[in-house]
């Protein structure tokens, strides 16, 4: 392969991106990396850990235009990908490894959903849809969503026994550049690797 072809590499693809939680605690901002990421930061993302799931807020600082599902990123959506064991050296998305589609607004029966796609002979039950709860509040200038995923809907999650996870995000807004967390999806395909997720580490 040319060097030339060879997809632009920002430096923080090269560091871990860390976060800690005090298990139950409420809610706590994730300092984005937008500015590292060569992008307009227009969301904000909270996350608490507790032994009876995962909740989120989500805070959009546009208003909301239309929901598209299951091609979230043509509209405005949030994707999560969660591994609840945390495997460090993990290449590709294991039986561990969730993604979850979070919309504003319900799509043909849908306004949340997994879509985990596993790239082994791994298998299990995706979570039911009706065990995801997603609420949002719409203003002119912003949006706002609050989302729980229960214990049941994670597949090896015990925040006890193996406290450290591994996480990443993605805020879509239609048209426009997503906000990525940690790392962007545009030059490593982080959504398939769980090793570019940041590590979650559960007090």
């Known amino acids: ?20 939680f005090d298990l139950g605690e409420k809610p706590i901002l994730i300092e984005g990396n937008s500015e ?4 307009e930061s227009f969301s904000e993302v909270r996350a608490a850990f507790s ?6 807020e989500i805070k ?28 460090r050296d993990a290449l590709i998305v294991h039986k561990y490894c969730h993604h979850f589609v979070f919309l504003p607004k319900e799509v043909d029966g849908v306004i949340a959903a997994e ?20 609420t949002a509040q719409f203003s002119r200038s912003h949006y ?12 090896g999650y015990d925040p006890k026994e193996y406290s450290t996870l591994r996480m990443a995000y993605i805020v879509h807004r239609g048209a426009n550049h ?26």
């Open 36 to 39: 590292f990421l060569d992008e």
């Open 60 to 87: 959009v600082l546009k208003s909301f235009e239309k929901a598209v599902f299951p091609d979230v990123e043509k509209g405005d959506g949030f994707e999560l990908f969660v591994d609840t064991r945390g495997i």
């Open 178 to 203: 997503p906000n990525h967390f940690p790392k962007s999806n545009d030059e490593l395909n982080v959504k398939d690797h769980p090793s570019l997720w940041a590590q979650v580490q559960l007090q």
């Open 51 to 56: 032994e009876g799931g995962i909740s989120l």
């Open 115 to 134: 879509v985990t796609r596993f790239k082994t002979n791994d298998k299990r039950e995706l979570s039911k849809k009706e065990s995801l709860k997603v």
């Open 144 to 155: 706002t969503m609050q989302a729980f995923i229960p214990d049941e809907a994670l597949y």
């Open 1 to 20: 392969m040319d060097l030339r072809e060879f997809p632009a590499v920002l430096p923080l693809h090269f560091f871990e991106v860390e976060l800690e």
